[in-house]
Nanobody
Framework: QVQLVESGGGLVQAGGSLRLSCATS????????VAWFRQVPGKDREFLAS????????YYVDSVKGRFTISKDTAKNTVYLQMSSLKPEDTAIYYC?????????????????WGQGTRVTVSS
């Protein structure tokens, strides 16, 4: 079982940057990948990026390539999502997710473990 706690959300102006954190803790020694999703009320949850258990491989969906960067601090058991050049349409609740498999498909729906989410609001 993996527990995830997101933080770092808030209000930012368009064009600004924000870094989200996902603190992870696991009762298993099995490796797991971590992914970031976001959801706007009334819409499906959207997969954004993933990082494998080693932190050496990453995957991004096209819509965030070049603007978002996922990274991992293994010593802190924390995965980050650095977001830059933010747009009002990036406004959403952002979730991190853990999965034994490393997802590399844009239609990925998420693994079994979810955090509670952190809200990001981008003002125009």
């Amino acid at each position: 079982q993996v527990q995830l706690v997101e933080s770092g959300g808030g209000l930012v102006q368009a064009g600004g940057s924000l870094r989200l954190s996902c603190a992870t803790s696991a009762r298993t020694s099995s490796p797991y990948a971590v992914a970031w999703f976001r959801q706007v009320p009334g819409k499906d949850r959207e997969f954004l990026a993933s990082i494998d258990a080693t932190g050496r491989s990453t995957y991004y969906v096209d819509s965030v390539k070049g603007r978002f960067t996922i990274s991992k601090d293994t010593a802190k058991n924390t995965v980050y999502l650095q977001m830059s050049s933010l747009k009002p349409e990036d406004t959403a609740i952002y979730y991190c997710n853990a999965d034994p498999q490393f997802p590399i498909s844009s239609d990925y729906l998420g693994g079994p473990y979810w955090g509670q989410g952190t809200r990001v609001t981008v003002s125009s």
